[in-house]
């Protein structure tokens, strides 16, 4: 009964997720590379892409997978970065970057602290020949042609400054796959940027304040799609395609689901926890900030903002 109740335990908190590994701006800020797993179901793969950051278009835009490359981690794909494009491609000290948060909202892409032009994006989709929907999005940025992606955006992964204004944003997307399942996509671009001074605390506090709405947008659009009951765990959370991290430790879990409010730790500062009731059908909200947990509420949110 005791190991039972330690597996359940271990399956409450499982998280699985696309891996993203980010290498950064060359040293001449001309090109930014990173590297990801979409998560396809047909193979073990690893993308690597790498951005002409002057003319906002991909250098290159590869795919390893585990039958014709030996693909096995993202460690291959750093591998095969730093072998052949760190020399090429002038990745040799990498200019020093700058981490941010953001979002998608209302036909807008936002991000939390950097002052950068109207980016807008529309999401188109059509039936394919097997009955299942193709997803296409367009990403429009004033004065820059528009930006073609092979998915549906769901949310912002990061955005990362260079140089004070170079501004590189990585979108995260769904794509469709065998059988109608959706597989995780990311596309990149590149735009100007400024960086708006805020005190490091405030920040992090935003931060959490971004994750929490992002949060009850997939717990209010689950309830309604799946007939008043919401999600226990994050698998299902994660099929909404959100991206959440903590913003004090990357160490430390981003989301949780539980029954019961734990005691707080240390390992639990910027964590959101979802406390779901049995029946699934109503939810309490907690962050830890602060060495306690604080109970979510409503009107905390009303005032806070992305910019």
């Known amino acids: 009964m005791k190991n039972l109740f330690l597996a359940n335990i271990l399956l409450l908190f499982s998280y699985i997720s696309a891996e993203v590994m980010v290498f950064g701006f060359s040293d001449d800020s001309k090109h930014f590379a990173f590297s990801y797993e979409p998560k396809d179901p047909m193979a073990i793969s ?82 394919n020949e097997y009955g299942y929907y193709n997803y296409t999005t367009i990403v429009k940025i004033k004065n820059n042609p528009p930006i073609m992606m092979d998915s549906k955006l769901t949310d912002v992964y990061g955005a990362y400054m260079a140089d004070d204004s170079i501004c590189v944003i990585i979108t995260k997307g769904l794509v469709i796959g065998f059988e109608g399942t959706f597989y995780e996509d990311y596309e990149c671009f590149a735009l100007k940027g400024a960086k708006e001074e805020v005190i490091d605390s405030l920040i992090k506090e935003n931060e959490i304040y971004i994750n929490i709405t992002k949060v009850r947008d997939v717990m209010k659009e689950f309830f309604f799609e799946h007939h008043n ?79």
């Open 46 to 127: 690893g993308v690597l892409k790498i951005l002409n950051t002057d003319k906002n278009n991909l250098t290159l835009d590869t795919l390893l997978d585990e039958f014709n490359d030996s693909y096995s981690s993202l460690k291959d794909m750093k591998e095969f970065f730093e072998s052949h494009y760190t020399e090429v491609l002038g990745f040799k000290e990498r200019k020093p970057l700058e981490e941010y948060c953001g979002n998608v909202e209302n036909g807008s892409i936002n991000i939390l602290n950097i002052k950068t032009s109207r980016i807008a994006y529309t999401v188109n989709k059509s039936i």
């Open 229 to 307: 009951i919401y999600p226990n765990n994050i698998d299902l959370f994660n099929r909404y395609g959100k991206v959440i991290k903590n913003p004090f430790k990357k160490n430390n879990e981003s989301l949780l689901f539980t029954e019961k409010l734990m005691k707080f730790n240390s390992k639990y500062e910027g964590t959101i926890i979802i406390v779901v009731s049995k029946e699934r059908q109503s939810y309490t909200m907690y962050y830890g900030i602060k060495d306690e947990f604080k109970k979510y509420k409503e009107e905390e949110n009303e005032n806070k903002q992305i910019h």
